[in-house]
């Protein structure tokens, strides 16, 4: 008992006098005038400056990836995707992600400006952008240009130019200046390209690319196959080029003398620019020929790189190609290397690839090492030095989707001990055979200069069962270690009944986890209402798992003894109703002792069994407690305790049953149809009050009344049931109503209701069990001391607190005793679904029910010490209240502990709601961050619930959108609940894998492959700099190769051409209305400016210009004057020559010479 304090008398006294209806406090977000006094002993530091909202770093794979480039020099990868996202990745921890801004238009095209920080994009709605990571962490679009008349198809830029080549849907060349981002007035129109006499359109360009030899000369290739090679100088179609099939791509070689072609027959064509009417060979590499002498059919060759090696063996590499019977079921790549072909079978489809070359100068050889393939869900990395061609370890988590991601847990600060210890056993017998042992060739970036000083983890729950561990300290992400969840099935087998269980296609999918990471605790919760308790251990075992087989029963039908005694059923009466029920349980547990490796091992199953051929609900809630030794879960229709030290059952009672003789609602049968009864209660009288309870002494909480009380039986590994007749909840025993898949989406409809009004549903058919909480709090009005306790909140906002009494002795009785579980009879009721239940110290901290420290059973035998959760003040004895911190989809509150008045409660949202709620702490204090369905991020100050913060987070389209399941909608009357349920399903997903820690850290899964990491401590924001690494670094731009003596001599060598004299002032300007040029969206600049700053760029170019002429007019001076210099010198000598030839003969005649 703790000690009888003053002030706590003056708390209940207030409480008893100044309380309203219900108990809820006078107003919204502040406190009663008559307890301003208490409440000022907890201080509030936290203000709005010391929140901000950054996403710091994403983890995964780029989701629907669109196209990638590859800068050589400084070895950095940029992906593109579907939803205009730019992912750049180096070495491994050098991981940035941006996205264009406004609409999200698909990167269709991608190109690096080499070695200078820049790169390009192109997007769907027909827009080049500029970036800049050279001087920012992250990259910045500094110009944009849209194309207004035109749709961009290619993009080329030759390497150290300052032009890029444009391609159009309507066969037009364009030229953009990077340094100015304006359109040159040089322009190769498609009807100059092609031949005079030809009378069809060309198509749009796909390719276009310089001669590595020779740049004046620009290859031109369009889709329906027309091939050009244009003389940049002259302005004409120097060579023209036709093949008989549609064109998909062209790689020059080194030689700059011939070129190779892919088409969508399969074929690949070498040209030979001196031979111009013919490909000089076409082959099918994949086809073999028919009977009658005609080639297999094959797909088409979708890109081809023809790349030069030292060895006199050319590298041919394409993707696709294969003959049409395997095409469709084999993504594949081909390399061909001299006379060897090789076939890499991908598991998904190829999207795109690069070589990687020794040399980046297109005119020598390039002896390529390594070819990066991005895969519609993967990317690889191939080896071209090793034989058999095997793929280079990715350093990067591109795995996360290997299994789709159904639920996620983020812990921050987690022991520093559990990650090595994880990392140990994941690391056992797993590495990997038959990859190359070189290094990974993207490598580009520096890593920051600092990292956090606490541990993270990450961990996601997939479809197929499988739990991963991920070390997310700082800004990477590395595996740790996996478990399956259906490794101690046997592999399930279909049922034959037209009934089947909606996770057939999954019935291993894990849906809930709880992990108590002290005592390396974890409870998995799964598709098929099966719960399974982990025990990590560091040696192998082999034992039996024990399985609970426990029913969540409760069903009425529409009989009059219920409604008549609405409210006032004896519960005595329920060992008396024996009803006969049929149990199947659709998954099995593998029988008999197991051998389980080292690392998590299954302690206990917990199974769901259909009651009468009618699935259970799914799992809603989950709950461990590591102290207290207990595992609570719910569903829509009940809730289950669970002792983990003595694997039994303690609980399993209907929703309604934790009521008692307090339940505020008329159950309704599970039938739709609605009874007529003459007095009805409605759920709404109570809906704004706080507490529904009797006081200490009062005795209105039910006694336990649920289910089977189950032990183990160690022979078989089964249940052992003690009481073979799970009762009825609320009434008499009576047959199981039976329902449709379509009533009960109606009804899962109505108690999931939005409405801030529940008027209309007079009749409750189901309750869901929704938050479950452990901690050692109060349990009943005017208590003086803390016990064990459970807190349960419901989808009608009810929380329900249930007293644990845990058996007093140490370790010995613990295993021996029994633990006691009720209702302690005290209820709140709160608008909307609870989400959230957390409690506060006196101090304002976060207080928990404790936890147990894991030991080595092995090493050390002795028994454990439970570790509390609570504050150091706490523990002295110095707390003697606490303040519940009650969280639901509309509203907030806080209520004082014991006296359980409502000090303050606060309106979150009006038309929208609150899917995801937690408490954080920022520089050491609390406070209350909830994310709501339109997508705005609130934060509050407790317990006061002042307003922080109310800000744009991200729209809850941009989450819902890949985890919609729209199934179920039966009857088109209900289409509106119908929608109402895909709300639901979609929000309940979001709110599975979006989470939030301590230190203001948060995480949600921004696409089905990846983790989106973020935050909202200033302070951290400020230092994020220093974490995030640097892309760009200073590295020399190596030497251009240089002209050997024979090539300047007969004129063979690599030909240069001044592309700013071809294409800027002298080529004139373009039309105005060809192109649009925007600014960076960080300018801000008004049209008027823009104009300006158009006027400032081309006289900037003019100016720049100038100098140069200036420059070479100087040159040429100088030169004239050394010429000039150098005649007056040798004039002078001629002079002197001459005047001594005269004095020599000056004085002789004629006849003297």
């Known amino acids: 008992m703790k000690k009888f304090t003053l002030s706590r008398v003056l708390d209940g006294f207030r409480s008893s006098v100044n309380q309203g209806p219900g108990g809820q406090g006078p107003g919204q977000g502040s406190p009663s005038k008559n307890l301003e006094g208490p409440l000022t002993e907890i201080p509030e530091p936290l203000r709005a400056e010391n929140f901000q909202i950054a996403q710091t770093v994403c983890h995964g794979f780029p989701y629907q990836p669109t196209a990638m480039t590859f800068d050589p020099v400084q070895r950095l990868l940029a992906i593109g995707t579907k939803n205009g996202c730019l992912r750049i990745l180096g070495r491994a921890g050098v991981d940035i992600n941006c996205k264009h801004d406004g609409d999200c238009c698909a990167i269709l095209h991608l190109q690096f400006v080499v070695n200078e920080g820049l790169i390009i994009s192109a997007t769907s709605d027909d827009t080049i952008h500029l970036w800049n990571f050279r001087e920012t962490k992250k990259p910045e679009v500094v110009q944009s ?3 207004q008349r035109e749709r961009i198809t290619s993009l080329s830029l030759p390497l150290q130019s300052k032009w890029i080549y444009v391609g159009t849907e309507r066969g037009n060349v364009h030229v953009v200046n990077i340094d100015t981002f304006q359109l040159s007035g040089y322009i190769v129109n498609w009807n100059k390209a092609i031949e005079v006499c030809r009378k069809t359109h060309p198509g749009s360009v796909i390719f276009l690319g310089d001669n590595p030899t020779d ?11 027309q091939l050009v090679l244009w003389d940049l100088k002259l302005k004409v179609a120097e060579i023209r080029y036709q093949s008989q099939e549609p064109l998909r791509s062209v790689s020059w070689h080194s030689d700059g003398k011939q070129f190779m072609t892919s088409h969508s027959d399969g074929s690949i064509a070498t040209w030979n620019l001196k031979v111009p009417n013919k490909p000089v060979a076409v082959t099918f590499p994949h086809s073999r020929n028919m009977k009658d002498g005609r080639p297999e059919p094959c797909k088409s060759i979708q890109k081809v790189e023809w790349k030069s090696s030292r060895t006199g063996e050319n590298f041919v590499i394409f993707s696709g190609g294969l003959t049409a019977d395997r095409a469709g079921k084999t993504p594949s790549l081909t390399v061909i290397h001299g006379k060897t072909t090789t076939v890499l079978e991908m598991e998904h489809n190829v999207l795109d ?40 370890p990715n350093p990067y988590p591109m795995d996360i989707h290997e299994s789709p991601v159904t639920c996620c847990t983020y812990m921050a600060d987690c022991p520093g001990d559990l990650i090595p210890a994880l990392y140990s056993m994941g690391s056992k017998g797993q590495k990997k055979t038959g990859f190359s042992e070189r290094d990974w060739p993207i490598e580009g970036g520096q890593w920051g200069t600092s990292s956090c000083s606490y541990a993270e983890i990450i961990i996601t729950g997939h479809a197929d069962g499988g739990v991963k561990f991920w070390d997310a ?22 049922r034959k009944s037209t009934e089947s269980c909606a996770s057939d296609d999954d019935p291993f999918a894990v849906q809930y986890m709880a992990l108590c990471p002290e005592s390396r605790l974890l409870a998995v919760a799964g598709a098929s209402c099966q719960v399974l308790v982990y025990k990590y251990r560091k040696q192998e075992v082999v034992t039996e798992t024990a399985v609970l087989e426990i029913p969540i029963i409760w069903d009425i039908d529409d009989g009059s003894d219920y409604l008549a005694n609405a409210g006032n059923f004896d519960f005595s009466k329920v060992g008396d109703a024996k009803p006969n029920l049929e149990y199947f349980v659709p998954i099995r547990i593998k029988l008999g002792p197991q051998k389980k490796a080292p690392g998590y091992q299954a302690e206990i199953v917990c199974l769901t069994p259909w009651v009468n051929g009618e699935p259970p609900g799914g799992i809603s809630s989950l709950a461990l407690n590591s102290n207290y ?40 049968p599970k039938s739709p149809k609605r009874p007529d009864i003459s007095e009805e209660r409605s759920p709404t009288d109570q809906m704004d009050g706080v507490c529904l309870s009797p006081t200490a002494g009062g005795g209105g909480g039910s006694p336990y009344c649920g289910g089977s009380r189950m032990s183990v039986s160690g022979a078989s590994g089964g249940c052992e049931r003690k009481d073979t007749s799970p009762r009825k909840s609320g009434g008499a025993a009576v047959e199981a109503v039976r329902r449709s898949k379509s009533q009960e989406k109606l009804d899962t409809t109505f108690s999931r209701s939005r409405s801030s009004s529940m008027s209309s549903l007079d009749n409750i058919t189901s309750e869901a069990i929704q938050c479950l909480s452990f901690v050692d709090s109060f349990a009943k009005k005017g208590d003086f001391s803390i016990w064990p306790t459970l807190w349960v909140g419901t989808s009608l906002g009810s929380i329900i607190v249930i007293s644990i009494i845990i058996p007093v002795g140490g370790k010995e009785a613990r295993k021996s005793e029994p633990v006691s579980v009720a209702p302690s009879g005290t209820i709140f009721r709160i608008k909307g679904p609870i989400l959230m239940m957390s409690f506060l110290d006196c101090n304002g901290l976060v207080v928990s029910g404790g936890y147990e420290s894991w030991r080595d059973e092995s090493k050390d035998p002795r028994s454990r010490t439970p570790t509390k959760g609570l504050s150091s003040d706490s523990d002295k004895g110095s707390c003697d209240r606490q303040f519940g911190v009650f969280m639901s989809e509309k509203q907030a509150r806080v209520v004082s502990l014991p006296s359980q008045t409502c000090l303050y409660k606060q309106q979150i949202c009006e038309a929208s709601f609150v899917i995801k709620a937690e408490i954080t702490t920022v520089k050491d204090s609390s406070c209350l961050v909830c994310y709501a369905s339109d997508g705005r991020l609130k934060i509050y100050s407790l317990p006061s619930l002042r307003p922080l913060l109310d800000t744009e987070f991200v729209p809850l389209s941009d989450l819902s959108s890949f985890q919609t399941r729209k199934s179920g909608i039966v009857d088109p009357m209900l289409a509106i609940w119908g929608q109402q349920v895909i709300v639901n399903e979609d929000t309940n997903s979001i709110a599975k894998t979006f989470c939030l820690s301590s230190y203001g850290h948060g995480m949600y899964l921004s696409s ?25 670094k200073e590295i020399e731009m190596p030497e251009k190769p240089k002209e050997s003596f024979f090539g300047s001599l ?16 002298a080529a004139g300007k373009t039309s105005r209305s060809v192109a649009k040029l925007i600014p960076g969206p960080g300018t801000g600049l008004t049209p008027n400016q823009e104009h300006l700053q158009m006027r400032a760029g081309t006289i900037a170019g003019d100016i720049s210009k100038t100098r140069m002429l200036m420059v070479e007019r100087g040159q040429k001076l100088g030169d ?11 004039s002078e000598n001629f002079s002197s020559a001459a005047h001594q030839l005269m004095l020599k003969y000056k004085d002789k005649k004629w006849y003297q010479l």
């Open 629 to 668: 030794g207990i595992l609570a879960y719910g569903n829509d229709a009940g809730l289950v305790i669970v002792d983990t030290v003595q694997k039994t059952c303690l609980m399993s009672v209907a929703t309604p049953d934790l009521y008692g003789t307090s339940d505020p609602y008329q159950r309704a």
């Open 215 to 225: 740049s004046t000369k620009l290859l031109i290739g369009f889709d329906s196959g």
């Open 1050 to 1065: 007969f004129g063979v060598g690599v030909r240069n051409v001044d592309r700013e004299e071809l294409f800027g002032e």
């Open 145 to 147: 240009l849209k194309f």
């Open 1120 to 1130: 004239l004057g050394d010429k000039t210099e150098k005649m007056m010198n040798e």
């Open 1008 to 1032: 089905p492959s990846e983790i989106q990491k973020f935050t909202i401590a200033t302070e951290f924001i400020s230092n994020l700099d220093e974490l995030l690494g640097l892309l760009w």
């Open 353 to 392: 690839f690069v070589s990687i070359c020794e040399n980046q100068w297109e005119s020598e050889i390039q002896d390529p090492y390594a070819v990066v393939v991005l895969l519609q869900q993967d990317l690889v990395v191939i080896d071209l030095l090793t034989p058999g061609y095997p793929c280079i």
């Open 473 to 494: 300290s700082s800004t990477s992400l590395q595996f740790l270690y996996k478990i399956k969840t259906s490794k101690p099935f046997e592999r399930p087998k279909s």
